[in-house]
């Protein structure tokens, strides 16, 4: 399927055990077109921003089903730091086996949810500095995945990151791999940057046959105390360069996965 890019919002909104070698190989994959995706999730974890930093494309997928599960990340998200954090929680309207894009907000609780996140980020250097930009996309909504993926586009261009952002629509096949298949066999071969996650749901053999493309697992994990939190984390306490500098979001030979062999993957990047 074709992906709906958001080039346009985003400049608007300026404003399984593995084998390992021992020695790891480092592949240059200068030339390859590398892309990765995720659903729009509230203000993402570092590792989301890690992926798109090493990226050339990342596609958000609104059309995904609506996730229930306590430890899913659509409208809820951790805040703070992480021995110390709470769950920031956007109450939403859905019914069953709706999509992400179908949720929308109780804008009835949301004043209620902003004084939670002005409560654990008013300390930080910088909030003063960002609150009315978060305040905006905050109170500027009326459907989860547009609250979720203007405060991407916020952090992505506070952040210098270059990365193209486009929308999928929905998939089409008899399971989850089959979906993700359709949605990306027409950028033609690529890179598949994925997440450590997606070995619980991606059948890695039968995506890489359905569209002659390879997957790179990534092995990163965000240094403490902001492996498990928000973005805002970091950003609201460093500012945007620091919080690179201390994330390791920067062009060097990063780790990934492809075909059970670990490598080291150095990738010419113009992001800053």
């Known amino acids: 399927m074709k992906s709906a890019n958001v080039e346009q919002i985003s400049r608007s909104s300026s404003k399984s055990n593995l084998q390992k070698h021992k020695n790891s190989n480092i592949i240059n994959l200068n030339s390859a077109l590398i892309i990765s995706a995720h659903q729009p999730t509230l203000l993402p974890y570092p590792g989301f921003f890690y992926r798109m930093y090493h990226s050339k494309i990342m596609d958000l997928c609104p059309y995904d089903p609506l996730s229930r599960h306590n430890d899913r990340y659509q409208h809820r998200v951790k805040i703070g730091l992480d021995d110390n954090w709470k769950w920031l929680t956007l109450p939403i309207k859905v019914s069953n086996n709706c999509a992400i894009k179908d949720a929308k907000i109780k804008t009835e609780f949301i004043d209620n949810r902003w004084t939670q996140l002005e409560q ?32 991407v586009l916020l952090v992505r261009d506070i952040l210098g990151i270059k990365t193209y952002i486009s929308l999928s629509y929905s998939g089409e096949g008899s399971d989850t791999t089959e979906r993700i298949a359709s949605q990306f066999r027409n950028y033609g071969t ?11 749901y991606l059948d890695i053999q039968k995506y890489q046959r359905l569209t002659r493309s390879k997957v790179a697992i990534i092995t990163y994990i965000p240094p403490y105390p902001f492996s498990t939190v928000s973005i805002l984390s970091p950003l609201l306490m460093f500012g945007p360069d620091k919080t690179l500098d201390i994330l390791k979001i920067k062009r060097e030979p990063i780790k990934v996965i492809i075909n059970g062999i670990e490598h080291q993957w150095y990738l010419n990047s113009s992001k800053k």
Do not use: C
Request: aromatic letters at 28%.
């Open 120 to 151: 654990v980020y008013q300390s930080y250097p910088l909030w003063d500095y960002y609150k009315d930009k978060i305040k905006e996309i905050f109170f500027g909504y009326n459907y989860l995945w547009e609250i979720n993926l203007h405060f």
């Open 190 to 200: 690529v890179i598949y940057l994925a997440g450590r996650g997606s070995m619980t």
